[in-house]
């Protein structure tokens, strides 16, 4: 038994590393012996931190530092970054090229265990291929005219408009806010607007969310607003479920009935409580839509990740910041903001152009005493947090 494997069992029992953890790096170190403790660590810490909610871990972060400890006892020490990937590329159960193997290793020392790599690359490329399918093509006026009578004078804000008039437009759109910022309602008007705009029927929307309390919350919000003012022609979408049930994924392996050969029949997807799906589902659910259909997402992005892998919607939303001028520009127009925020020169981000931000919050005032502990806490200010509270 190797020192480190001793060093393992021991955080083991104090609770700083999982059973799976601790016997995945022995099984990769009797698999590539030659590897030695620079891959049994690796193995250790990448499984270790899926099991954690993370699908990869950033060796350059762990490098040349005591891990997996909380008792002076132990010495649990990485390796220096340069010498520990030299040992992984060379490694038989490492693939750096993308191969079927256990562990992929990124060139900026990203380790993934390969499902995880695997379903990050897929979404990647999925949701960048459908942000650059073309926009939505409408009269300007005529969304003009629409949003006129969706969005009543004195209802909305114009961050709801912006973002109402975006979803319109782009094949992919995210709106995320806080709560009580108005994500639902202006989700229901641009099925409206789409309605009124695009002549699209009831049965082209698909209402998702991944729980049925979810689910049930979003379709009661959607047969409410039909007495709602700019509202009265909304035609309700037939169908409202779980992300589960629409894919029709089995219970006993989780396979979907729908995937990319099988595609769902929806021309436009409204997925709400988007902060609550993990990478493998919303992996499943973006390729069993055909490629034509429009996919709106829902949701805080500072809310609590999903319980199993992956900050799917936070990432997404950092892969969406910023406008491109152009799109910026027309959304101006239609909507009568006279600043449109986000605007900047060509597509900084992948996903440039796919991202609204509700900044208000219809349920309590920024600056009340909720509102100011909010904010302390999304920006991470910990004196602030303090003050807040006391």
């Known amino acids: 038994m190797s020192a480190l494997i001793k060093q393992l069992e021991i955080a083991r029992r104090y609770g700083d590393l999982s059973d799976i953890a601790f016997h995945f790096a022995e099984l990769l170190g009797r698999l590539d012996p030659t590897a030695g403790d620079p891959l049994r660590l690796a193995a250790a810490l990448v499984s270790q931190r899926t099991g954690s909610g993370h699908v990869c871990v950033n060796l350059p972060d762990e490098a040349d530092r005591r891990l997996l400890t909380s008792d002076n006892d132990l010495n649990i020490t990485a390796p220096p970054l340069a010498e520990w990937m030299a040992v992984l590329k060379k490694s038989m ?12 290793l990124e060139p900026d020392g990203r380790l993934y265990l390969y499902r995880y790599w695997d379903w990050e690359k897929r979404l990647a490329e999925d949701l960048l291929v459908r942000a650059r399918l073309p926009d939505l093509d409408i009269d300007d006026n005529a969304l003009s005219q ?17 973002a109402a008039a975006l979803s319109v437009f782009r094949p992919l759109s995210v709106i995320t806010g806080g709560p009580g910022s108005g994500k639902t309602t202006t989700v229901v008007r ?37 007495t709602l003012p700019g509202l009265e022609n909304l035609q309700l979408p037939e169908r409202t479920t779980t992300i589960h049930r629409l894919l029709g994924i089995h219970a006993a392996d989780g396979n979907p009935v729908h995937d990319a050969r099988n595609p769902l029949t929806c021309r436009v997807l409204v997925v709400d409580e988007a902060s609550m799906i993990d990478l493998g589902l919303m992996v499943k659910l973006v390729e069993a ?14 809310q609590l990740a999903s319980v199993e892998a992956g900050s799917v919607l936070e990432d997404i939303c950092n892969g969406a910041q910023g406008l491109p001028e152009a799109l910026a520009a027309r959304l101006g127009r239609v909507t009568g903001v006279q600043d449109v925020s986000g605007a900047m020169p060509g597509n900084a981000a992948p996903l440039a152009g796919s991202l609204a931000v509700l900044q208000d919050s219809w349920r309590y005032d920024r600056t009340s005493d909720i509102g100011r502990l909010a904010s302390a806490v999304q920006a991470g200010d910990v004196s602030q947090t303090i003050d807040c509270l006391q």
């Open 289 to 302: 839509m055909p490629r034509h259909a429009r996919l709106i997402l829902l949701g805080d992005r500072d």
């Open 93 to 104: 159960v490492v693939t750096v090229s993308g191969e079927y193997r256990p562990l992929v």
């Open 146 to 162: 629409a949003l006129t009578t969706v969005f009543p004078a004195g209802l909305g804000s114009s961050d709801q408009k912006v």
């Open 190 to 226: 641009t099925v409206a607007l789409l309605q009124a705009v695009a002549g699209m029927p009831a049965d082209a929307f698909t209402l998702a969310a991944p729980t049925g309390k979810a689910a049930a919350r979003l379709r009661e919000v959607f047969v409410q607003s039909v």
